[in-house]
């Protein structure tokens, strides 16, 4: 096999291979004679159709496959050969693939960057720790009645807080415009899911009662037709319905897999998930100062293809959000890249810098984290022997807990080597940190 690489731009390389016309043909009758044991053609009994016309009628097929795999495994060889590693799929392109003649084709490609990392002694952590109070439980278990709240119709005008059923048409200029229609729309008053001053609009309606109210659409809306822009909704109240909670007794309680106990057990319960939440909100918060930092103090060129694969598992992970897609569904077109190419860039980046840290510290996931992980989440279910034993079983779902231990790792090895302060915070200051803004 003939190699020869050069260096096109930045990280990409383009190989150029040849491969003897003898690999390719031996390859080829080889496969058409495994192939002529076991075919049937009119006149002549099986494994006995000469390999001549097995040849004319299957030699085509044959030959598309084997120069695929050939060229694929060849691709690979020549890669290592060279000492390069190729960040995503080359593109192909052949050369010389005529019957005889050796096989010659190009593969263009991107290797991964070299990655220097900075001085991480100069880093500053801030550890936070926070405790739950019995007014942060009570909350909680308002928060959670108030996901199981129904809706009652009632005779009075609407306030915060109250579900309106309206219709609506938007205008700009005196037309319609896109997606500022709806009818039957159910709106909870005070949850600032609209534009600024629809809302506050339709408080003090009634069932009934229309209304034309002003806005002005936000300068970061979504449509660029819209930003900054002053607009009407003509506005009518179908209902409106009022919130009732849940009494704190055994059917509630039920809804939430407790089937013993009053409201003490139940506030036990509570109490911890909510510090189970709270270790791991703990946790990120430290790890994403060091995620910051890294990618502060280190420019990394990013390959193409790398981010583009990122992307695409951004757009699937909402798609799977959504749930079931409308038929014709365009995601591409629906979830253009750049909704997903700034996260995509950041999370590349850090997979190639963290790659690195633990290349230069020998980092390993040490298996007493790995089963602590694994316990940790086999605590939230019933039978927690059998999701730890079903999570070993699974190489594919050890190795994403083998990564993020790996991770936690990363991050512990980092602050040892960092300026780390400590600084108490409430439950709500950890767990909404951007809440106020």
Do not use: C
Request: no cysteine; proline share 4%; net charge negative.
């Amino acid at each position: 096999m003939q190699v020869s690489i050069e260096t096109t731009s930045g990280l990409e390389r383009r190989l150029t291979i040849g491969v003897p016309a003898d690999t390719v043909e031996g390859e080829i009758e080889k496969r058409l004679k495994e192939a002529a044991k076991n075919i049937r053609i009119n006149g002549f009994r099986k494994g006995k159709v000469p390999l001549k016309i097995v040849k004319q009628r299957y030699g085509a097929g044959v030959r598309q496959e084997v120069v695929g795999e050939v060229i694929s495994r060849s691709f690979y060889e020549a890669a290592q050969k060279e000492d390069v590693k190729p960040a995503g799929q080359p593109s192909i392109q052949p050369k010389q693939m005529k019957e005889g003649e050796d096989l010659e084709f190009v593969a263009t490609f991107e290797v991964y960057p070299e990655v220097e990392l900075g001085d991480v002694s100069g880093f500053k952590v801030t550890r936070y720790t926070a405790d739950i109070t019995d007014e942060d439980i009570d909350k909680m278990i308002e928060t959670l009645r108030k996901h199981q709240a129904t809706w009652e119709e009632v005779d009075r005008a609407a306030a915060d807080g109250d579900q309106v059923n309206i219709d609506f048409t938007g205008t700009k200029d005196g037309e319609e415009f896109q997606g500022g229609k709806a009818q039957g729309h159910n709106l909870v008053l005070g949850s600032k899911s609209m534009i600024p001053g629809f809302e506050d609009g339709i408080v003090g309606m009634k069932a009934g009662e229309e209304k034309t109210i002003k806005v002005t659409f936000p300068e970061d809306y979504q449509a660029d037709e819209l930003k900054g822009a002053e607009a009407e909704f003509a506005i009518k109240v179908n209902s409106v319905s009022e919130q009732q909670l849940p009494e704190l007794k055994k059917p509630f309680f039920q809804k939430f897999g407790l089937e013993k106990g009053g409201i003490k057990t139940f506030q036990k319960e509570v109490k911890t998930n909510m510090e189970r939440e709270l270790k791991n909100a703990l946790k990120a918060k430290v790890k994403s100062q060091v995620m910051d930092q890294l990618l502060e103090s280190n420019e990394v060129e990013l390959p193409k293809a790398l981010v583009a694969n990122e992307i695409q598992v951004l757009r699937n992970q909402m798609m799977q959000r959504f749930g079931q897609q409308p038929k014709g569904f365009d995601a591409k077109s629906m979830l253009p890249d750049t909704m997903f190419e700034e996260d995509a860039k950041r999370r590349v980046a850090l997979g190639l810098i963290v790659g690195e840290v633990v290349k230069k510290a020998k980092i390993k996931p040490e298996a007493k984290a790995v089963r602590k992980m694994v316990e940790e989440i086999a605590s939230t279910y019933e039978d927690p022997q059998e999701v730890v034993d079903y999570y070993y079983s699974q190489r594919e779902l050890l190795s994403g807990i083998e990564s993020a231990v790996l991770e936690d790792q990363v991050v512990e090895h980092i602050i040892e080597q960092a300026e780390v302060s400590e600084e108490t915070a409430s439950y709500d200051e950890i767990m909404q940190p951007n809440a106020e803004k």
